[in-house]
């Protein structure tokens, strides 16, 4: 059996955290504590890749020790489970709440990217969002779900690429979803048609402070409608679509 990634990392971690040397047999322990249906042929063949990749050093019959180079990679490692975390229990979005706060960070978030957008989209992305603006039938419903993914890749700035990217995860359509939904209930869908067609009008004459204005009336008019919705008796309605979204 050939190990895994996953294994490693936690082979990693646990070294890490354990005062002096790791035998293979703790090692194969701890990952079949952890649920690794591992055995010590295995585990052996892991820990001699590590110590070929200079990430662990063999002390003999005592077990192993982490490097510096190996301590190192197991710290990062920790941070980017930690940073996925942050952002997963950010996401998991559970009631009238937490959808309102998301919509207000992505306010923040998204005037940005139009005003950067309106300043660095590429003259075939311009094309392209023109072309989405305009589109009927099926591919309006296309639209209307990528159209702020959209804008964020056409940000050009990296911090904002990899916010948006994040948030506008394929597992989160259901989201936006759930926001056409209420902007049909609400009747608000025409509207925030008109406003996407103006916000990419404005994107395309490279009106920076035009697109981040009407980006924040567009999101502005998210929340007030998602409120009215809310507060109109259907804040069951919102419960039970956002308990549908899977992050895991
Ligand atoms: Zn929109």
Known sequence: MRHTPAMESAVLAFMSAHEGP???????????????????????????????????????????????????????????????????????????????????????????????????????????????????????????????????QASHNKQIQAITTTLFDERLDLLERLLIMIGIKQDALVRWDQEHRDIVASISDRDADGAERLMVVHLDGMIRETEHFANSGNAHVIHTLLAEIDLA
């Open 22 to 152: 790791v035998g293979a047999r703790a090692a194969a322990r701890h990952l079949r504590e952890r649920g690794f249906d591992v055995s010590e042929s295995t585990v052996s063949r892991l820990l001699g890749d590590l110590d070929e990749r200079a990430l662990t050093q063999s002390l003999g019959k005592k077990g192993r020790i982490l490097t510096e180079e190996g301590t190192r990679v197991a710290a990062n490692q920790q941070l980017d489970s930690r940073r996925a975390s942050y952002f997963a229990d950010a996401l998991d979005l559970r009631d009238v709440h937490d959808l309102i706060d998301h919509l207000i960070g992505r306010r923040g978030i998204e005037r940005e990217a139009a005003r950067a957008a309106a300043l660095r989209a590429r003259p075939e992305e311009l094309t392209r969002l023109r072309a989405m603006v305009e589109t009927d039938g099926e591919a309006r419903w296309r639209e209307r779900l990528a159209f702020h993914k959209t804008i964020g």
